[in-house]
């Protein structure tokens, strides 16, 4: 008997959890002991971080790649938004955006993809884009949105350059890898010009900051809906924001991200306690659970576009602000 307890001590002793560790990497499985507080961290962990882009510092790059690069050598001309902390397609980890440009006399070539755009108008006049067969004008401080697997070019007459701010979902397909383009036969795909003001995909600035305006109070923030007033997509939103001068917005910190873009005016962002401080075009974002809030700083009232993922996160049940403490009961 004694040797037998000797024998059982000395396998025990043997064993151990390094050893285990090691010997399950020959089974593609890992203790989830070991990393529990990666895969279930205490709050919200983002990836990305806080930042801005300033438009007079990347304007003169994207004008200077519209005289080296063709349109045909680019498809699309446009200087992505890299967040530091990661690599493209990532502005935010749920939100691409970047800088398009078209020269006049161009085509960027029709094409469709899975992704849903919304495009927000920065500078130009002339420009175009026609989406599924319907040419509508582009007008400064206008969101034209691009429906997933609808075939679209854009174009520009006349003089000068034509900017607008792109915004996409395309960092969901790093996870779910089911986006893919196709290219149409020819340039352009066939279109009829279509009355801008009337057409379901156009958002007129002119309207959006006359309904900014029409609310009461220092601040005021209107999303983009469509008519039935839903989201205008599955996965992307936006929203415009007023703050008259002197003022702020609510303090907020919430589980979507966004990227803002600064119709007009100047005044600063405290970003998780660091102030930014922006000016008209310039674009910055705030990651997931970055506790936000902007100010006016100048004499004119400030007016913000933003695109988020609030519809995906908000659809998914993942919608949280930090002073929410509320437990669903799901029946089924």
């Known amino acids: 008997m004694a040797i037998q307890t000797t024998n059982s001590s000395h396998i025990e002793d043997a064993d151990s959890g390094e050893k285990l560790l090691k010997e399950l990497e020959t089974t593609a499985t890992l203790p989830l002991w070991a990393q529990m507080t990666r895969l279930n961290p205490p709050l919200p962990n983002p990836k990305c971080i806080p930042y801005i882009w300033r438009y007079g510092e990347v304007r003169p790059y994207l004008l200077r790649a519209g005289q080296l690069i063709t349109e045909k050598q680019a498809e699309r001309r446009v200087l992505m938004l890299v967040n530091p902390n990661r690599e493209a397609p990532y502005t935010t980890d749920t939100v691409y955006a970047g800088l398009q440009l078209v020269m006049p006399n161009e085509t960027a070539a ?101 309904a900014l305006d029409a609310v009461e109070g220092n601040w005021a923030s209107k999303r983009y809906l469509k008519d039935n007033g839903q989201e205008v997509s599955k996965t992307l939103g936006g929203a415009a924001e007023r703050i008259n001068p002197g003022s702020n917005s609510p303090k907020v910190q919430e589980t979507t991200s966004s990227v803002y873009h600064v119709v007009s005016g100047t005044g600063f962002s ?57 437990e669903d009961l799901v029946s089924t």
Not at 175 to 191: G, Q, S
Not at 285 to 294: G, S
Request: hydrophobic share 35%; proline share 6%.
């Open 110 to 210: 029709a094409h469709r993809h899975t992704a849903f755009a919304m495009r927000f108008i920065i500078e130009g006049n002339g420009g175009f884009t026609a989406v599924h067969g319907r040419r509508v004008n582009m007008n400064r401080g206008d969101v034209i949105l691009t429906p997933t697997w609808n075939f679209h070019d854009h174009g520009k007459d006349g003089s000068g350059p034509m900017i607008w701010l792109d915004g996409l979902d395309l960092p969901q397909f790093q996870h779910f890898p089911v986006h893919f383009v196709e290219h149409f036969k020819d340039p352009r795909y066939p279109a009829t010009d279509v009355d801008t003001n009337a057409s379901p995909i156009v958002f007129k600035w002119e309207k959006m900051q006359a």
């Open 270 to 326: 405290l970003l998780n306690g660091k102030k930014i401080e922006w000016e008209q075009s310039d674009t910055f974002c705030v990651p997931a659970w970055t506790e936000y809030q902007h100010f006016s700083s100048g004499p004119e009232t400030v007016y913000l576009y933003r695109v988020d993922d609030k519809p995906m996160i908000a659809a998914l049940g993942f919608y949280r602000q930090s002073d929410d403490d509320v």
